[in-house]
């Protein structure tokens, strides 16, 4: 069964980069036909997918996310990691890190939440001076 834990700074001063990396055990983040997504729940309010990378290591970002954001990955590592550029205070969510598989058809939208099988258990992030 595949694991995943996310691991980074909890607390990031406003205009610095955000930078997080997912840890997967129990499964290659190689291994077709999966991809490795970030999301994050600022509080009070629903989960915002962010974006995700495929086995392939092709990228796919939320739009309204997308100028701020990067996705990569060490596959000697078996890590992807987020960055989130120029964060604000609206940037301070529980962010997490999880697998998904979805269809061919709808590749670079918001996954539908029953094409999720794993997630990490989140990390909160804080953006303040």
């Known amino acids: 069964q595949v694991q995943l834990q996310e691991s980074g700074p909890g607390l990031v001063k406003p205009s610095q980069t955000l930078s997080l990396t997912c840890t997967v055990s129990?499964?290659?983040?190689?291994?077709?036909?999966?991809?490795w997504s970030w999301s994050r729940r600022p509080p009070g309010k629903g989960l915002e997918w962010i974006g995700y990378?495929?086995?392939?290591?092709?990228?796919y970002y939320s739009p309204s996310l997308k100028s701020r954001t990067s996705i990569s990955r060490d596959t000697s590592k078996n890590q992807f990691t987020l960055q989130l550029s120029s964060v604000t205070p609206e940037d301070t969510a529980v962010y997490y890190c999880?697998?998904?598989?979805?269809?061919?058809?709808?590749?670079?939208?918001?996954?539908?939440?029953?094409?999720?099988?794993?997630w990490g258990q989140g990390t909160q992030v804080t953006v303040s001076s």
């Open positions: 990378i495929a086995y392939s290591g092709t990228t």
């Open positions: 999880a697998r998904v598989e979805p269809p061919y058809y709808d590749l670079g939208s918001s996954p539908r939440p029953e094409w999720y099988d794993s």
């Open positions: 129990g499964g290659s983040i190689t291994t077709k036909f999966y991809y």
